[in-house]
């Protein structure tokens, strides 16, 4: 692996999928950075952002804990608490803003955490501005918050047409010099509206990937989201993302092409979610993705592997497909 040291990958989303990519990704000698998003306004987030003031520690907590080379505090960052005042709050989130309390700015805390954390790589927030979710669907009608696009959706038919930020947002200096340095940028797995888009939503950051001359990847998701990506295939989900990034941006697309055995389908049908037909498409990569188990989950070592080779992939389209 020591072809792999020094090389750069910039991991753009928030929540569980990015979680995983880094989780995977850190047990090789890269140079890691992060990218998060900063709209969330639900849960232990919500209430500390409402109550105190302070940025969304949330998806930052997640990265960072991809990211620690320290397995207890790992396990402390990750606590949450089951009842009482704390209950459903985390011990990351409510550390992070605190720290964000006592320096000052969110940029102290998070460099102050990392540093406790003994951090693999680095973790920036996509922008330091105070933003909010905003969604409108196909009928017209405007949903407002992070959570209420995720949770509310269920309740109505109509698609997402758009989502964007408000107010406006700018990339933060320091996440735009990480995409630029980049090598490999990899975007996905994750909520679509609500973990990627909104990283793309902020000024600067489809320009700055665009001027890249990394490989520039983007993995697609294992099963749809009712109320967000309901009955989308494969290529539904790279459309959408070509809104916000632009066309012909993506120099490769990774397809999970295993199909869950039905028993284990069947779980996720109270959840009216759905597998995720892929795409022959002329930059797709189609592969198995799919992890063991009882759950529909990425396999990370597999990811793992698609995602190193692609740090030399062919960008020029039509030649030999890396990832096979």
């Known amino acids: 692996m020591t072809e792999l040291r020094k090389k750069k990958v910039v991991v753009v989303g928030g929540g569980t999928g990015t979680f995983m990519v880094l989780s995977a990704l850190r047990e090789y000698p890269l140079e890691l950075t992060a990218i998060v998003s900063m709209a969330d306004d639900g849960g232990s987030t919500g209430i500390l952002r409402d109550q105190y003031g302070v940025l ?3 998806d930052v907590r ?3 804990v991809a990211l620690s080379d320290a397995p207890a505090l790992r396990e402390l960052f990750n606590y949450r608490f089951e009842k009482g005042d704390l209950k459903g709050h985390s011990f ?3 550390f992070l ?4 309390k006592i320096s000052g700015n969110f940029a102290s805390a998070v460099s102050e955490a990392s540093r406790i954390l003994n951090i693999k790589g680095e973790v920036l927030p996509v922008t330091f501005q105070d933003v909010r979710l905003y969604a409108e669907l196909d009928d017209g009608k405007i949903l407002k918050g992070e959570t209420n696009i995720d949770i509310s959706r ?4 109509a ?3 758009k989502v964007w930020l408000s107010p406006a947002a700018k990339i933060n200096s320091e996440a735009k010099e990480a995409i630029t340095r980049a090598n490999l940028i990899v975007v996905g797995p994750g909520d679509l509206y609500t973990s990627l888009i909104p990283n793309l939503l902020v000024r600067g950051v489809p320009e700055a990937i665009k001027k890249s001359k990394a490989n520039k990847v983007f993995v697609c998701n294992l099963m749809t989201k009712f109320g967000e990506t309901h009955g989308f295939t494969g290529k539904d989900f790279v459309e959408e993302i070509e809104k916000y990034l632009g066309k012909n941006i993506l120099d490769f697309v990774v397809f ?3 199909k869950p055995v039905d028993a284990i389908l069947a779980k996720y049908k109270k959840e009216k979610a759905e597998f995720v037909e892929p795409q022959i498409i002329e930059n797709g990569i189609l592969t198995d993705l799919l992890a063991p188990g009882p759950f529909i989950r990425h396999d990370h070592k597999k990811l793992a592997k698609v995602l190193t080779r692609l740090l030399w992939g062919a960008r020029n389209r039509g030649r030999k497909n890396p990832g096979n």
């Open 159 to 161: 698609k997402i047409k």
């Open 97 to 100: 803003s605190t720290l964000e």
């Open 154 to 157: 269920t309740k109505f038919r």
């Open 62 to 64: 997640r990265a960072l």
């Open 256 to 258: 999970n092409n295993k």
């Open 92 to 94: 990351g989130n409510i």
């Open 56 to 58: 969304p520690p949330g």
